[in-house]
């Protein structure tokens, strides 16, 4: 039996230390004595620990003053997410700073999960540890908002305990589960954060699949003033990146492959992001989602490639977004897709700039770019349309729902079916 006493203990410096095996506890007892940097990983760091426990430990402490948590060279294992703090600079090493998730553990619960609960009674607890993030979900909400996340705070023979209560009743037998599905770093309620210089390893072969709006390699929510540089998410077994309900959100001079969902999912009403000369590639689903209230930003100078359906999406009231400079290719659908949405609620006023799309449809049937909602203003300039392995049904096919785009000096390959193509036309 884990007590109650240990649960309080899991967000009080004493049990931090207890995990992380901290070298240096004195350098750490002031602000005077930080002097806003603190390392890990090593005998020589502040804190020698190669865990997550260690990570968080100096971000805690850090944010007494802010400045600047550096991570050694090393794999650290990642538990539970880093919960990053306002005006914590996260920076690695490079790449072989890797923080990688461990493996996941999943059981079902055997009683009903009902709204606002706090316990949780499972078939075998085993494996689950305080201070582990996990997921809540069943058959009928599985996805987005519709599932719960919590952190353990006790464990009791088979119930656990966690610290936010439930947002939906759920149905042990309609295929009830919890796991530690969870992000590798986190940035909730939020501001003025950096991460960079690392890499995220999701472990993707050994962890279950994690739910977007609430989990990612790198997760953003309630938070703004963001920047991402210069870090490769690999693997995550759900989304690369995301980030939900933001303001002046940065994702620059990234790498984001092998994701179990979407490389990168702007959403729920995240104006002002900047997606700028990132690497998204070999996802399972689209390179980057641009989910809803998406609007005011700038996506210039990415690649989006061999992702497993299309390479941009855009949809429900993403507007005034500008998208320039971007090489879009080989992915198994449409290079772009403008999903259908009523027109008032259309992605209007997008401007889609000197961008090359090329040999997209590689899965047998897609196009260059492709229009299914009304979306007024749609400016498409300057722009190459390449097809020389003849993947790319049409360059530009429009739905009958969609609206006809502004065309300006662009350059267009051969296509199967045409340059403009009208579903409705007879």
């Given at each position: 039996?884990?007590?109650?006493?240990?649960?309080?203990?899991?967000?009080?410096?004493?049990?931090?230390?207890?995990?992380?095996?901290?070298?240096?506890?004195?350098?750490?007892?002031t602000p005077k004595t930080i002097e806003s940097n603190i390392t890990v990983g090593g005998a020589d760091a502040d804190i020698s620990?190669y865990n997550n426990q260690s990570i968080q430990f100096a971000v805690d402490a850090i944010a007494k003053t802010g400045g600047t948590?550096?991570?050694?060279?090393?794999?650290?294992?990642?538990?539970?997410?880093?919960?990053?703090?306002?005006?914590?600079?996260?920076?690695?090493?490079?790449?072989?700073?890797?923080?990688?998730?461990?493996?996941?553990?999943?059981?079902?619960?055997?009683?009903?999960?009902?709204?606002?609960?706090?316990?949780?009674?499972?078939?075998?607890?085993?494996?689950?540890?305080?201070?582990?993030?996990?997921?809540?979900?069943?058959?009928?909400?599985?996805?987005?908002?519709?599932?719960?996340?919590?952190?353990?705070t006790d464990i009791i023979d088979h119930v656990i305990y966690i610290d936010a209560g439930l947002i939906r009743d759920y149905r042990?037998?309609?295929?009830?589960?919890?796991?530690?599905?969870?992000?590798?770093?986190?940035?909730?309620?939020?501001?003025?954060?950096?991460?960079?210089?690392?890499?995220?390893?999701?472990?993707?072969?050994?962890?279950?699949?994690?739910?977007?709006?609430?989990?990612?390699?790198?997760?953003?929510?309630?938070?703004?003033?963001?920047?991402?540089?210069?870090?490769?998410?690999?693997?995550?077994?759900?989304?690369?990146?995301?980030?939900?309900?933001?303001?002046?959100?940065?994702?620059?001079?990234?790498?984001?492959?092998?994701?179990?969902?979407?490389?990168?999912?702007?959403?729920?009403?995240?104006?002002?992001?900047?997606?700028?000369?990132?690497?998204?590639?070999?996802?399972?689903?689209?390179?980057?989602?641009?989910?809803?209230?998406?609007?005011?930003?700038?996506?210039?100078?990415?690649?989006?490639?061999?992702?497993?359906?299309?390479?941009?999406?855009?949809?429900?009231?993403?507007?005034?977004?500008?998208?320039?400079?971007?090489?879009?290719?080989?992915?198994?659908?449409?290079?772009?897709?403008?999903?259908?949405?009523?027109?008032?609620?259309?992605?209007?006023?997008?401007?889609?700039?000197?961008?090359?799309?090329?040999?997209?449809?590689?899965?047998?049937?897609?196009?260059?770019?492709?229009?299914?909602?009304?979306?007024?203003?749609?400016?498409?300039?300057?722009?190459?349309?390449?097809?020389?392995?003849?993947?790319?049904?049409?360059?530009?096919?429009?739905?009958?729902?969609?609206?006809?785009?502004?065309?300006?000096?662009?350059?267009?390959?051969?296509?199967?079916?045409?340059?403009?193509?009208?579903?409705?036309?007879?």
């Amino acid at each position: 039996m884990k007590s109650i006493y240990l649960c309080l203990l899991l967000f009080t410096p004493i049990f931090l230390v207890a995990q992380s095996k901290i070298n240096k506890v004195d350098a750490l007892v002031t602000p005077k004595t930080i002097e806003s940097n603190i390392t890990v990983g090593g005998a020589d760091a502040d804190i020698s620990g190669y865990n997550n426990q260690s990570i968080q430990f100096a971000v805690d402490a850090i944010a007494k003053t802010g400045g600047t948590v550096k991570l050694n060279r090393g794999f650290y294992e990642i538990i539970a997410p880093i919960r990053m703090k306002s005006y914590v600079n996260l920076i690695g090493s490079g790449k072989e700073t890797v923080l990688k998730r461990g493996s996941g553990i999943q059981t079902k619960y055997v009683v009903d999960a009902d709204y606002g609960e706090l316990k949780l009674t499972v078939a075998n607890s085993d494996g689950f540890e305080i201070g582990m993030k996990i997921q809540i979900a069943d058959d009928v909400n599985s996805g987005c908002w519709n599932v719960s996340t919590a952190y353990i705070t006790d464990i009791i023979d088979h119930v656990i305990y966690i610290d936010a209560g439930l947002i939906r009743d759920y149905r042990s037998d309609k295929n009830g589960l919890i796991s530690n599905a969870s992000s590798v770093i986190e940035v909730l309620d939020a501001e003025n954060v950096n991460i960079s210089n690392l890499t995220v390893d999701g472990n993707r072969d050994k962890n279950f699949f994690a739910d977007g709006c609430n989990s990612a390699g790198i997760l953003v929510y309630k938070s703004k003033n963001i920047k991402v540089d210069h870090v490769h998410v690999k693997d995550f077994n759900g989304e690369g990146i995301s980030w939900q309900t933001t303001e002046n959100v940065t994702i620059e001079n990234c790498e984001i492959s092998g994701s179990g969902n979407t490389g990168l999912h702007p959403g729920t009403g995240s104006p002002f992001s900047l997606i700028k000369d990132n690497d998204i590639h070999h996802n399972d689903m689209d390179g980057l989602f641009i989910c809803w209230r998406v609007y005011e930003s700038r996506v210039e100078g990415n690649k989006m490639h061999n992702n497993g359906r299309f390479g941009i999406c855009t949809g429900h009231k993403d507007t005034d977004v500008v998208f320039v400079g971007n090489h879009i290719f080989e992915n198994q659908s449409d290079g772009v897709n403008l999903r259908g949405e009523r027109e008032s609620n259309a992605p209007h006023r997008n401007t889609f700039l000197k961008n090359i799309i090329e040999n997209n449809g590689v899965g047998g049937s897609g196009y260059g770019f492709s229009i299914n909602s009304q979306a007024q203003n749609l400016l498409l300039k300057e722009n190459i349309f390449k097809n020389s392995a003849k993947t790319q049904k049409a360059a530009i096919y429009i739905y009958k729902n969609g609206l006809k785009p502004k065309l300006e000096n662009n350059l267009f390959d051969k296509h199967e079916l045409g340059t403009l193509v009208f579903e409705n036309k007879e």
